[in-house]
């Protein structure tokens, strides 16, 4: 397809104007920041600190954290969840002990200490903040959809 010369220079003159609308316009989900610019970041919630064991949305779901991790330390050297969740302190720290599957390698075979497949909590765990919703959504419970009555 080929170009006419008039179209070419009517292209030449639009698209600087169109650059500039887009620059000024701005985003519902950024505020008043004009989309070319970086806003403040917003503050985030207070973290969850209850303590309390949360029910799960479906099997195998991990158990979320109930408690503040903010100064954790989870690196190659130091986990500082395992000082409390680690089979050997679970008496004095009153916590639930890491899921025996923490204990399988690759292979099924059981170690005596926690793999280094699961040794980062944090992949798979979260801590939870009191926030609302971003996007509504629909979503039902394993419970609810085996037994429709449950959910009510």
Same mark, same amino acid.
């Given at each position: 397809?080929?170009?006419?010369?008039?179209?070419?220079?009517?292209?030449?003159?639009?698209?600087? %104007? =169109?650059?500039?609308?887009?620059? %000024?316009?701005?985003?519902?989900?950024? =505020?008043?920041?004009?989309?070319?610019?970086?806003?403040? %970041?917003?503050?985030?919630?207070?973290?969850?600190?209850?303590?309390?064991?949360?029910?799960?949305?479906?099997?195998?779901?991990?158990?979320?954290?109930?408690?503040?991790?903010?100064?954790?330390?989870?690196?190659?050297?130091?986990?500082?969840?395992?000082?409390?969740?680690?089979?050997?302190?679970?008496?004095?720290?009153? %916590?639930?002990?890491?899921?025996?599957?923490?204990?399988?390698?690759?292979? =099924?075979?059981?170690?005596?200490?926690?793999?280094?497949?699961?040794?980062?909590?944090?992949?798979?765990?979260?801590?939870?903040?009191?926030?609302?919703?971003?996007?509504?959504? =629909?979503?039902?419970?394993?419970?609810?959809?085996?037994?429709?009555?449950?959910?009510?």
């Amino acid at each position: 397809m080929k170009l006419r010369p008039l179209t070419l220079l009517l292209l030449a003159l639009l698209m600087p %104007a =169109g650059f500039v609308f887009a620059a %000024a316009g701005t985003d519902a989900l950024r =505020g008043a920041t004009p989309i070319p610019q970086q806003g403040p %970041a917003p503050v985030l919630a207070p973290e969850r600190n209850t303590d309390q064991r949360e029910v799960r949305n479906y099997p195998e779901q991990p158990p979320v954290i109930p408690h503040k991790i903010e100064d954790y330390t989870i690196d190659l050297r130091s986990n500082k969840c395992l000082s409390c969740h680690a089979r050997a302190r679970t008496g004095e720290s009153q %916590a639930p002990m890491v899921s025996i599957t923490h204990f399988m390698d690759r292979d =099924g075979q059981f170690r005596a200490s926690v793999t280094p497949r699961r040794y980062f909590c944090t992949q798979c765990h979260v801590p939870q903040r009191d926030v609302s919703d971003l996007v509504k959504n =629909g979503f039902v419970d394993s419970d609810s959809l085996i037994s429709p009555t449950k959910g009510k």
